[in-house]
Nanobody, 115 residues
């Protein structure tokens, strides 16, 4: 079993920056990909970015520029740096880990951006 814990969210002002963390525990093995998603109430959950074990990244088109995903394999932690936060970035941010045919989700971390 794999557990994911997100952290780093909070209430910030527009223009601020945040770094979210997703730490995995349990039987992750070494070959897994991690993604960050976000969901605003009443909306679909949407992809922000993904990163594989080698560090190759993929961003949703609308997320390119202000979002940076990175990972520290030794710490089993994936980060999401968000710069120049906007009110529309307000959402719960979720971490997703995919390993072979299995998929795991964290409980999310809330980001609230005040303009």
């Amino acid at each position: 079993q794999v557990q994911l814990v997100e952290s780093g969210g909070g209430r910030v002002q527009a223009g601020d920056s945040l770094r979210l963390s997703c730490t995995a525990s349990g039987r992750t093995g070494e070959d897994y990909a991690v993604g960050w998603y976000r969901q605003d109430p009443g909306k679909e959950r949407e992809l922000v970015a993904t990163i594989d074990r080698a560090g190759s990244t993929n961003y949703a088109d609308s997320m390119k520029g202000r979002f940076t995903i990175s990972r520290d394999n030794a710490k089993r932690t994936v980060y999401l740096q968000i710069n120049s936060l906007k009110s529309e970035d307000t959402a719960v941010y979720y971490c997703n880990l995919r390993q072979f045919a299995s998929e795991y989700w964290g409980r999310g971390t809330q980001v609230i951006v005040s303009s």
